[in-house]
């Protein structure tokens, strides 16, 4: 991890695809611990340090996770992203071009707990929930396509469902009907960007994430970056 962000309520870290968010069976540390380590060893701290997950981010992806620092900030936080008031922005990579260079995808996703997998249909199902993004078709190269999603409804593996719906699974993902796992063991699937108002002082806070590093996402970057730039 790489911490881009902190002050006295939240700290704001780049994770790798190697990295959890929480425990989980796998028995490794994960990221809540690593951050408190971080901060008692920055600031000499004894006894406990707080520190509140306040979203989580799959395993193989990269890219920004909101940690709190106070139960104060948590609470806040926790209640912005219930309620959509914070904008994530995640790049992917997939093989194929999607039908359109850039839409809405609407679909009612239904997780599968055993297989730990959601599946997506186009018509409301018992026990599903409605997914919404929104993608744009943002750079390629000679043999793949990145694409900048607005992520407006956070359900389980929501990005990697809805792309393979549309025949454009995300480079990597096998679980999901990519053909070959990535060298890192990841998916290329990044959370670039984050925005929202900060839960105490209330200044506009955005953050972006620096893409891993791996020759085809720099080159990625280089592009929509120049492209940016031309505007």
């Known amino acids: 991890m790489t911490v881009l962000y902190e002050d006295n309520h939240l700290i704001v870290v780049n994770k790798t695809c ?10 490794d540390i994960p990221l809540s611990e690593t951050i408190k380590q971080w901060l008692k060893e920055k600031y000499n ?14 395993r193989p992806v990269s890219g920004l996770v909101v940690f709190a620092k106070t139960s104060k900030a948590l609470e806040r936080m926790n209640a912005m992203f219930r309620q959509g008031e914070v904008k ?6 997939v093989k ?3 039908p359109q260079s850039e839409g809405e995808l609407v679909h009612y996703l239904v997780r599968n707990e ?3 997998k959601s599946y997506a249909y186009d018509y409301e199902k018992q026990g599903s929930q ?4 929104f993608y744009k078709l943002i750079a390629q190269s000679d043999r793949y396509f990145l694409l900048e999603i607005d ?11 809805q792309l393979a719906k549309i025949g454009c699974p995300v480079k990597g993902d096998l679980k999901y009907g990519f053909d070959r796992s990535n060298s890192d063991g990841g998916i290329s699937l990044h959370s670039r960007e984050i925005s929202f108002i900060h839960p105490v002082s209330k200044k506009p806070i ?13 080159q990625f970057e280089i592009s929509v970056i120049t492209s940016v730039n031309e505007r």
Do not use: M
């Open 18 to 27: 190697s990295e959890i968010v929480q425990g989980d069976k796998t028995g």
């Open 88 to 93: 994530k922005t995640y790049w992917a990579i």
């Open 45 to 58: 701290k004894p006894g406990n340090v707080f520190v509140g997950v306040v979203h989580r981010l799959d």
């Open 151 to 161: 992520l407006k409804t956070g359900r389980h593996h929501q990005i990697r469902c």
């Open 130 to 133: 409605k997914a919404i993004l």
């Open 114 to 116: 055993k297989q730990n």
């Open 96 to 98: 194929k071009r999607p």
């Open 206 to 218: 955005t953050i972006t994430a620096p893409v891993p590093d791996d020759k085809l996402w720099k």
